[in-house]
């Protein structure tokens, strides 16, 4: 499986982007995909999820109301849309497919994600 992350780039707070995430290599249509974030020396932490159909979301509180996890599994892509963006959002954002179909609890962890793409580097200026 591959995992290509792109659609990152600078902003000024207050700004948009939207980060897509397009997957080859496995049934992606089967498996539940999220979106982490890593801030230069800080650990990496959840964003969102979705789960295979499309149908159930999760977020993290910092991003939620902000921030829309949608995919297309005709595509094999999954996309981040991000509003309203912080300088406290500037980390390099990755996606990743879980090794379930359906959201958990566990979700919320990257241990439950089984492949990784790149990341994509948003920086948010103030």
């Known amino acids: 499986v591959q995992l290509q992350a792109s659609g990152g780039g600078l902003v000024q707070a207050g700004g948009s982007l939207t980060l897509s995430c397009a997957a080859s290599?496995?049934?992606?249509?089967?498996?539940?995909m999220g979106w982490f974030r890593q801030a230069p020396g800080k650990e990496r932490e959840f964003v969102a999820a979705?789960?295979?159909?499309?149908?159930?979301?999760y977020y993290s509180h910092s991003v939620k109301g902000r921030f829309t996890i949608s995919r297309d599994n005709a595509k094999k892509a999954v996309y981040l849309q991000m509003n309203s963006l912080k300088p406290e959002d500037t980390a390099t954002y990755s996606c990743?497919?879980?090794?379930?179909?359906?959201?958990?609890?566990?979700?919320?962890?990257?241990?439950?994600?089984?492949?990784w793409g790149q990341g994509t580097l948003v920086t948010v200026s103030s």
């Open positions: 979705i789960d295979w159909r499309g149908e159930a979301t």
């Open positions: 990743a497919m879980s090794k379930r179909y359906s959201l958990a609890i566990a979700s919320m962890t990257s241990s439950d994600y089984v492949y």
């Open positions: 290599g496995r049934a992606f249509s089967n498996y539940a």
